[in-house]
């Protein structure tokens, strides 16, 4: 684990709701928020705009409904009743499937060819990694809690992810109180807030991600949802099972939506290290189908993308168009 844990490290440091195009179809031609109220979807979800910014050609997105005011909208002609548009007029983009990534030959095209809805790389943009899917960003760890880093996410999307396996050695590495002494400045940001994601435990009464949530709730801090990372050692049918047991223990523990937003099979202490192709092939289509049906289910993310180097073993596309047997599997979740 210590390679890959190292990439992320390395990516977190350096770079340091998908779009909605159809508003124009209700007149909104402008990225402004006004006093109005939301333009929700029927499915629940509402217009938001990217990191609350009112400049002019700022990105528009659906995302879930807050009271943040850059849901707040103004139509022309409108009242203050709160407008709800039809799914087929304004559809609710993205899907529950994403990636994490770091940068490899391809990547944009991988991420469109997989039907990722969204993608992130451990980093607070993706300038040197575009791609058609939602960037969602990170703030890895207490280094990258800058003036210009929160700015920085704010025109990123309305989404943050919060600090990295803070309870793991060559990751975030922080202890509970650092994390929520600095989290006020995450939420100063308007954005919506995913939970420190932890390498393991989150169900674990007196855990780091157990202690961080109470501290969270005495202090009054905005947690809106839980991230989580899991990787199982057990190449066998009882995998995805056992999986789907620890993202639901999490769940009814805080009741809150859960991110997981690295998963698979790999054994860090013992051999092999890997599953055979007909091994993860298995689960990740067995994975897949019970992360697509749980409701409180949010969204979810292979750990990971690139299938070059060492990681070609676990990885989805070797480049744009190439996907491994894995990522062929990957591909087709969720449809």
């Known amino acids: 684990m210590s390679v890959l844990r190292t990439r992320r490290r390395i990516l977190a440091v350096a770079i340091s709701g998908t779009v909605v195009t159809a508003l124009g179809l209700l007149g909104v031609t402008t990225a402004m928020a006004a006093d109005a109220g939301p333009i929700r979807s029927s499915g629940g979800r ?26 707040s909208w103004q139509l022309p002609g409108a009242t203050s009743t709160p407008t709800t548009v039809p799914a087929t007029t304004v559809p609710v983009g993205g899907t529950k499937k994403g ?4 940068e490899f030959p391809g990547v944009g095209g991988a991420v469109r060819d997989v039907g990722a809805g969204w993608y992130y790389n451990w980093g607070t943009d993706n300038d040197k990694m575009p791609a058609s899917a939602e960037f969602v960003p990170m703030i890895w760890d207490e280094n990258v809690v800058t003036a210009a880093n929160l700015a920085k996410v704010k025109t990123e999307g309305t989404t943050l992810l919060g600090f990295n396996e803070p309870d793991l050695d060559g990751q975030a590495e922080m202890d509970v109180r650092q994390a929520l002494d600095l989290w006020p400045q995450l939420q100063a940001t308007g954005m919506r807030l995913g939970s420190p994601a932890v390498a393991y435990g989150g169900d674990t ?38 999986f789907m047991g620890y993202v639901k223990a999490v769940h009814d523990r805080y009741q809150k939506p ?23 092939t298995a689960f990740i289509r067995n994975s897949t189908a019970q992360l697509q049906a749980a409701p409180y289910v949010e969204r979810y993310a292979w750990f990971s993308l690139p299938a070059v180097g060492d990681s070609v073993d676990y990885g989805l596309y070797r480049d744009a168009t190439t996907p491994t047997e894995a990522g062929k599997a990957y591909r087709a979740a969720g449809s």
């Open 46 to 71: 509402c217009v938001d705009v990217a990191g609350a910014n009112s400049t002019n050609g700022t990105r528009l997105q659906i995302g879930t409904c807050t009271t943040s005011p850059s849901q």
């Open 205 to 242: 009464p007196g855990g780091w991600l157990d202690q961080f949530m109470k501290g969270a709730e005495e202090r009054k801090l905005k947690v809106d949802f839980i991230t989580l990372h899991w990787y199982g050692s057990d190449f066998s049918d009882a995998a995805s099972g056992q």
């Open 99 to 102: 990636v994490s990534t770091w």
């Open 258 to 280: 859960i991110w997981v937003t690295e998963y698979g099979l790999m054994n860090f202490t013992g051999t092999p290290r890997f599953p055979t192709t007909a091994q993860i």
